[in-house]
């Protein structure tokens, strides 16, 4: 066998080694890459604000929906309000909705439905803050979807609130025929118009 085809093989043989070797890092690096970055623009307040009618900590982060390809990561200044999608707390720094700590509020990502979801830490309410609201809202999570009447008011107003969606997986109004359900949600949603403002 002459010398170019021994060439020729090496070549090929290195080509499919390389090819199984590039194949097989593309594998074992997508594993470890379960979740890509959120790139979309946010703000972390640098002192207390007034958004969407909350008393905003300073420290809190605003995430928005992007407008513009040059939207990404932080931004040095606020955006426009009606383009927010989450507020979220600093840990030790939240805000109270309906007599409970907060740790963030989401808007809904179903454009159909006009509201927003709230997260509680129970472990931050003292024994003796604790309502039938607030005992009733920790017996099935510690997130409460709520649809409103106006988009722009994410504050506990009562004359804003149109009602509870769901209160976790657990109970949904989606399914209108399960009568534990509802008669949960409705029970909830008059505990929680019983909060004093």
Request: proline share 3%; charged share 20%.
């Amino acid at each position: 066998m002459n010398t170019k085809k021994i060439l020729i093989i090496l070549g090929v043989l290195i080509l499919i080694v390389g090819g199984y070797f590039y194949a097989y890092l593309k594998a074992s690096a997508s594993m470890y890459s379960t979740h890509t970055v959120d790139k979309s623009p946010f703000y972390i307040t640098k002192a207390p604000i007034i958004i969407k009618h909350l008393n905003i900590p300073k420290g809190t982060t605003i995430r928005y929906k992007q407008r513009y390809f040059w939207q990404k990561m932080e931004q040095d200044k606020l955006l426009k309000e009606a383009d927010i999608t989450e507020l979220s707390f600093e840990k030790g720094n939240y805000i109270n909705w309906g007599g409970v700590p907060i740790t963030s509020i989401y808007k809904f990502f179903n454009t159909d439905m006009t509201g927003y979801t709230v997260n509680a830490d129970f472990s931050a309410l003292a024994a003796d803050q604790e309502t039938p609201f607030s005992k009733q809202w920790q017996s099935c999570s510690n997130s409460l979807s709520i649809t409103v009447k106006d988009a722009n008011d994410w504050s506990c107003n009562k004359n804003n609130l149109a009602d509870i969606e769901s209160c976790s997986v657990s109970y949904q109004r989606y399914f209108s025929e399960d009568a534990n359900q509802q008669m949960f949600l409705d029970q909830l949603y008059i505990e929680l118009m019983k909060i004093a403002d």
